[in-house]
């Protein structure tokens, strides 16, 4: 059925509203609807839908005839409602289209004097549940998602896969839609996807619904990344906080106390509501007993690639050397069984992460690569000398000690111990020679006696 067969009592039936003083109301817009565009709409809930674009504007307090600029439909003339094509509009009537303009929509405050939002944080402003949105909800956003309902936090879940069984099991409810995340206005919104995926989902993220102040958390195992990222897309009026558990569902799973806990104030409202809202979620950590360390976003970075980035290198490394248990296990090789199950467990895209996007993870593997060269250049280098000595210790036990002649001797004779006597024959004397030397003398290898004598041969 078509938009012009449906009753206009029915419509206003469904829809009856005025907005701010000074602009059509909802019946006026309706006049201006039923022209040439809306004969198009199949439905009456495309109609509607139009219908709010216009409230939607009224209540940013924008123009009309901004919106044409940002959507396909045209608001701009009184006697028809034609469509725009790219930034070149079709109206009639010219000058009232400002195509020209860029608009962009940050955020919408919902804070106004009938919102039940507004007056139910007057009341108590200093309550500390917070509303937590999740977005990634993977192992590691599961993980921390307990800790928030086990603290009486009210939590909120999206993720590109469907895991609405795993939100309902810890108690927390699951929106496959992030516009309707959105419009739930949290008032943390956690980014806890992998590095890499990071900036792709914050800007398909609807920032425009959500109210103003805003505070945005990462937990991200990189930290300057993150915190360029909110800086660039976020508005100024959003909160940024940049933080990091040093533990994760493995390591973290028995108790949390203890654990370091980095965080870095990034950008924080002047408001004491917002300070206050900040320091409730840092809270939760330190509630559950962890080791609060705040440090700058660069810092973390230099230390992490000389502690966390290497400590999955070498886990991933044993991993490939396939390590198994044995029946005489020792404690340090127990220790290397668990980093091994620890790094194991972690997806390859955290680590890719950890050395794309920590600019102090190439020089530690250039590091970790020449400590390694020169572990084996000092294995190899004790291990010539032994076989060296294997190889020249019968030639060296033959040879004896080497004795320096005081003159050298003439050619055709060769030095014989003046130990031995001349009652020797001169046969007894050749036959310790294997072969005669190149310069006409040799030493007798039996003989340990430091006077010689030459003898002709």
Known sequence: MSCEDLPRDKIHQRRRFKVTSGVRTAEQTWGLARSASLRSLCSVDAALQKLDLIVYARKLRLSVSSVCARSSLCLCSDSQISRCKGNQSTCGRPGRCRTDRHLRIRAIDAAQHNDSELQISNISPNSRQLKIAVLGFGNFGQFLAKAFVRQG???????RSDHSLAAQSVGASFFSDPHDLCEQHPDVILLCTSIISAEAVLRSLPIQRLRRSTLFVDVLSVKEFPKNIFLQFLPHHFDVLCTYPMFGPESGKGSWR????????????????RSLRAERFLDIFA?????????????HDRHA???QFITHTMGRVLEKLGLEATPINTKGYETLLD??????????DLYYGLF????????????????????????FGHLHDKLRKQLFRKAEEETGERVVLSKLPKNGFYALPSSMGKTEETGERASRLSKLPKNGYALPSSSSSSSYELVRT
Do not use: W
């Open 153 to 159: 936090h009210s939590v909120m879940a999206h993720s």
């Open 258 to 273: 203890g654990l370091p806990f980095v965080f870095d104030k990034v950008r924080i409202g002047e408001e004491e509501s």
């Open 287 to 299: 509630r559950e007993g962890c080791r609060m360390v705040e440090m700058s976003c660069a810092e």
């Open 305 to 307: 690639a000389g502690s």
């Open 339 to 348: 980093l091994v199950k620890n790094t194991a467990s972690d997806s390859f």
């Open 356 to 379: 794309m996007y920590n600019k102090n993870a190439m020089e530690q593997m250039e590091r970790l690569d020449f400590a390694f060269e020169s572990l084996k250049k000092e294995l």
